[in-house]
């Protein structure tokens, strides 16, 4: 169980295209869902929490225009890159909340395979 | 600010050597840890978690962690390491009431010599 999907696995892009990648639960609902961003042999950073029929949360330092967040069902959430440029090549990675977990006191968060993106 | 750290960026180990990765967090109340383990090529998988109970937690595949709470420790542990073992370990921590956010840690990078 707990299982988490994404897809695609991997995209190239010319600069200045949008680019969606998808978040499933397969096995579960997941009110919410969290978008992380890992560099090269770096650790994962946490870009925006999304929750299931709300406005997503961003960190501060992400921009919302720019990473747009949509969590539309309580197995989807989404995660578009909009008019992506070289720097933001990156490998983006979801996760969803266990849902027998005590939410936001003890709770277990499960990752997805991650999408690697590369602009060109 | 929230934070975690771990000690070791790369570790190197023969086989059957025993391993210990460090794992400190800056935040003095009530938390949940986890290491996770990425094998190349492959996503986050959990190998242990605490929450609360018994500050000794064992995980997968003969992994185990303490908890310390002095010392805001969350140390990485196995007695005899396989080549297999090879990957990033990440230690990760969420904060009550925090909506379940994770900080990660680092990660440190185990290479095992067969």
């Known amino acids: 169980g707990a299982v988490v999907s994404q897809h695609p696995s991997w995209v190239i892009c010319k600069s200045g295209t949008s680019v969606k990648i998808e978040c499933r639960s397969l096995d579960f609902q997941a009110t919410t869902m969290f978008w992380y961003r890992q560099f090269p042999k770096q650790s994962l950073m946490l870009m925006a929490t999304s929750n299931e029929g709300s406005k997503a949360t961003y960190e501060q330092g992400v921009e919302k225009d720019k990473f747009l967040i949509n969590h539309a069902s309580l197995t989807l959430s989404t995660l578009t890159v909009t008019s992506a440029h070289p720097e933001d090549s990156s490998f983006y990675i979801c996760?969803?909340?266990?849902?027998?977990?005590?939410?936001?006191?003890?709770?277990?968060?499960?990752f997805g395979p991650g999408t690697r993106l590369l602009v060109l | 600010a929230q934070s975690v750290s771990q000690h070791n960026h790369h570790v190197i180990l023969s086989e059957a050597a025993s391993l210990e990765l460090g794992c400190n967090y800056s935040?003095?109340?009530?938390?949940?840890l986890f290491w996770y383990v990425q094998y190349p090529g492959q996503h986050l998988q959990l190998l242990l978690k605490?929450?609360?109970?018994?500050?000794l937690v064992k995980g997968i595949k003969g992994f185990e962690a303490e908890f310390i709470k002095s010392k805001f420790s969350f140390n990485l542990r196995k007695p005899s390491v396989q080549w297999s073992d090879t990957a990033e370990y990440f230690c990760?921590?969420?904060?009550?009431?925090?909506?379940?956010?994770?900080?990660f840690g680092q990660g440190t990078e185990l290479s095992v010599k067969p």
């Open positions: 935040y003095g109340g009530t938390v949940n």
């Open positions: 990760a921590v969420s904060f009550y009431n925090q909506g379940g956010k994770l900080i």
């Open positions: 996760s969803a909340r266990d849902p027998d977990g005590w939410e936001g006191y003890q709770e277990t968060q499960y």
């Open positions: 605490y929450f609360s109970g018994d500050p």
